[in-house]
């Protein structure tokens, strides 16, 4: 009979999306027909579903766990963050707003028909869909309209496990805390409690276990201790990316914009042992034995540009271009690169027009519908292909783009400067196939690592589920389902 069961945690990013990941592979190792669900996202990291719609970057690697492509009713409310008080509001993949986060409280009640509309297309087509909440249910000042965590639980009837990161400390307290401030109903639509990331000797916190057991009359599905491979999958949070500390190898920089979107692109390249690359946080300067920068994706191209200027990383990238260095922007990092940038309808925030930092002859307007389709190129420099993805608004013209950076449909893509040292292109994902990254990183003189990325994805989807099945009750939290 079709079941689900859902992962709520203590507060965010307490490893919620990973474990929902390694229980559907799992699940799907067991022989059952799988599927993963998160009712609401707030994420700039984003994906584009085989509809050509868009869904959080979580749920299309926890698709990938689960044996299916993306699809949006794996992730029906999706929110990508403008400011810092407002976000867009994708409903099934499409656009459906702006807005800022007191009138979304308003809003919020209205989505929970298409919250439930995709689950239950998904519970019927599915043994079990695996439901990640958002944030924690122990926000009680967000419970009424809820559609996220014990809102959706109560209108779905699944039933919730409650996890608590070690990692942080106080993870007694999260658990306890948590029962504690939640509704007599809430509570009891818990079936139980699971910590996770915990360092060292599990054995060790054989006494708290037993306590938060105790405190809560909730039984415990197991301890899982930190995985040591998470960093080889895409992280939702660009603070969460981990990159392998390396002491030599080409050394590419990656700017951490505020709205920094879809930087899961640099993934393909952290695995790649000939490459130490580095994510600069904001006040830190470009370093000066840079040999690429990468400008990535944002969601306020306009935005993230005051942001870009205001951490002093125009003055360095003049600096990095005139030492020689190369420059690659990719999707809002390739419109910063132009001359300006146009927004006369304000579709990323008020109206207006900022300059760029002028390494491209090109010129942007926002405006148009959102480019969101997978996309077959060809590089024209290496002449090898790869396939990516669009996930933009806004076009670009000028003369550089004379220079195309690929071409699509046989036409040029993106942008090439004079000297060959600073490229663009709205094409996201590129760096996933090894053939085209291979050549692409021997012009930095990287020798092959024969790394294959996609290969490495399911092998490391595997060792989490095993990681799980070690160390936690799996059989007993499937058998919740209901």
Known sequence: ???????????????????????????RRRGLSVAPFKPQNMSNNAAVAQEGHEIGRAQALQARASGLAPHTDMNPVLLKPETDTGAQVIVQGKRLTSTRAREYAQLKPKLMDAVLDSFN????????????????????????????????????HVPVVLCGDIDRGGVIAQIVGTQAVMSQDDVTRVSGFLINKFRGDPTLFDDGYAMIEAQTGWPGFGVAPWFDA???LPAEDALDFASPKRADGVHIVCLR???????????????EPGVRLTMLSAGQPIPADADLVILPGSKSTRGDLAFLRTQGWDIDLMAHHRRGGHVLGICGGYQM???EVADPHGMEGPAGTTPGLGLLDIRTEMGGDKSLRHVDARHIEVDLPFRGYEIHIGRSDGQDRA?????????????VSVDGRVSGSYLHGMFSDDAFRAAWLRRF??????????????????????HLETHLDVDGLLALRA
């Not at 079941?3 to 799992?26: F, H, P, W, Y």
């Open 121 to 156: 297309r998904l519970r019927a087509a599915h043994d079990l869909v695996v439901v990640e909440g958002a944030g924690s249910p122990a926000e009680i000042n967000l419970r009424k309209g809820d559609i996220a965590n014990m809102g959706f639980a109560e209108a779905a």
């Open 230 to 232: 998470a960093w080889k």
């Open 337 to 339: 690169l132009g001359r």
């Open 257 to 271: 914009f505020s709205r920094i979107a879809n930087f899961d692109d640099l993934d393909p390249l952290m695995q």
């Open 403 to 415: 220079r195309g950076f690929a071409l699509v449909e046989g036409a040029p893509e993106g942008a």
């Open 445 to 466: 003189g990287v020798l092959s690592s024969g790394v294959n990325y996609e290969h490495t994805l399911d092998q490391t989807l595997d060792a989490l589920a095993d």
């Open 1 to 27: 009979m079709p079941g689900a069961l859902m992962i709520q945690g203590t507060g965010s990013n307490v490893g919620k999306s990973m474990l929902v990941a390694g229980l559907c592979r799992a699940a």
